[in-house]
């Protein structure tokens, strides 16, 4: 069964915007995380923020973590073509159990 | 550094036939070894995972195994795949707990 779960499922912008994809998730966690797949390919991991911290940066990635509402936001700035891609969250229920949402499938048009 | 392969990257094949996918990392001892299914457009469901030499779990009853017979090599199999188990498989490994999952490329198994 799903942890996460992805909104909006597609997001279509102009490069330039920012995009921003949240994920909620229904039981508590060490760490929640936020992978990118290419079209066909496998997932890369963008960031890991922790369930002490709020937010947390790289690059134009901004992280922000709600405990409370059991939430998360990933913000792209300034978003290029190649930012194209489905984003996933994903948290732990156990050691070895690394769940994922269904994604965000995000559109930059150039 | 560490890699990880996954192969092939492509396969059709029939079915009632067997199947056999294979995952490899390189760079890292020990490794958690892991396998996603992911369906079109959806989410990833994990399948298997090791933490060790000869030590599977499985997430679902299914028709598909696994099995390490090294301490880097994950490999994926069937009997007798059915129209259901086709998918993108996914390969990946972690060093510890909680960290982050390092994916290989995937293999897109078309059951026809």
């Known amino acids: 069964s799903q942890q996460g779960e992805e909104d909006p499922q597609a ?11 949240n994920c909620s998730y229904k039981t508590s ?5 936020w ?6 390919r496998g997932l890369v991991h963008l960031i890991l923020i922790r369930s002490n911290e709020r937010e947390k940066h790289s690059g134009r990635l901004r992280v922000t973590l709600d405990t409370s509402k059991k939430s998360s936001s990933l913000l792209i700035t300034a978003s290029r073509a190649a930012d194209t891609a489905s984003y996933f969250c994903a948290t732990a229920l156990t050691d070895n159990d690394m769940r994922f949402g269904a994604g965000t499938r995000l559109t930059v048009k150039p | 550094s560490q890699t990880i392969h996954q192969w092939p990257a492509t ?4 079915v009632g036939s067997p199947l056999s996918l294979e995952c490899t990392v390189e760079g890292t001892s020990n490794p958690n070894l892991y396998w996603y299914r992911q369906a079109a457009g959806r989410g990833l469901q994990l399948l298997f995972y090791s933490v060790g030499i000869g030590q599977i779990s499985s997430e679902v009853p299914q028709n598909l195994s696994a099995s390490r017979p ?8 069937s009997k007798k795949l059915l129209l259901s188990d086709s998918g993108f498989y996914l390969c990946a490994w972690d060093g510890q707990r909680n960290s982050p999952l390092h994916f290989g490329n995937g293999t897109r198994l078309t059951v026809t």
């Open chain 1, 11 to 21: 997001l279509s912008i102009q490069e330039g915007e920012n995009a921003t994809m």
């Open chain 1, 35 to 40: 992978y990118r797949q290419n079209s066909g």
């Open chain 2, 70 to 77: 090294q301490d880097r090599q994950f490999i994926l199999s």
């Open chain 1, 29 to 33: 966690i060490n760490n929640l995380q």
């Open chain 2, 11 to 14: 396969l059709v094949q029939p």
